[in-house]
């Protein structure tokens, strides 16, 4: 199979025939792989090296039907897994962080991993996995909800790439009595709130949101959802941030504003997964405004390390062209 390697940080490497790991897997041909800001953190760090990246991915079967792959592989029997934290599961492993992943021609991938698309545009299916992980985040701060005396909390989302436009879509058709509000630094990567009942401002109120999601991962943004969260309030820490990066609150500032800090990782249960599914595919026109710039495999190394996505889209890989034939 054709892959790219993650050989060392920075350094990704094209190859045209490298052997496939973990034959107790059934192998699968690769269509589409999503680019997710994860693959850039780690083809940057030094983990998984020897690895192939790729965790969005959707793939078919000898059959010819389009699947779509749950990348977290839980053990199933250890603390966290008897209490359905899968995420946390101390034996876990991840197709495309831990064992080879989709930047590849082929796939192997236990079948209980992998379920069935039935979307009219199948490249669709890359948006479901980063969908899952916003819907645990979602059910996460739902609970949180609970320590607010409102049942009509004012949301404020902090960003707008991919995670900040699901949550913003899902709060909106989910969690009805909710006053969504929108912040960003610039204008225009706002512009696709237009439409929706949300308030879109560069600078948010100071301490008015009950619930504040941080979703760009960047210390101003913690710091404007900190300004920006009311006493009491709840401020969900959704993007991912840079490692060794500290929180811009002091602990008697906590203490003095009853703060709840929450965070949200990557991952989810099998059941929010299908639920992420069904919701990809009842949204198609939605989430057809995500998919973003598409490269081939040849180029990925190049476009993973120096191309960031267009604002609000996921980039994405289409593998082995001609072969893959749904119109793209
Ligand atoms: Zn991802
Ligand atoms: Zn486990």
Redesign the pocket.
Known sequence: MAAVVKLGPGKLCYLEKLIPQHHEWQQWEVCYC?I????RALAWSDQSEGRVLG??VVCRGTDGRYRVLNNEIPCGECEYCQEDWVSHCLHKQEL?ITHHGGFATHICAPDSSLHTLSLSDPRLGVLV??LA?VMHGLSRLTHAAALQHTSAPLVLIVGSGVAAKMFGHLLLHRWTQAHLALCDIHDDAMAWAQSYPIVCQQTPQDRHYHMVIECSGSRDGMLTALAAVRDAGVVMIYGVSQAGETLPVSAREMFERELTLMASM?GCTQSIFLQALSYVEQHQAFFATLLGKKTDLRQLPYELLYNPPLPGTRSWVVMSPGRTGSGD
């Open positions: 999503g997710c800001k994860t693959d965790h969005e495309g996995e980063p992980c990557s």
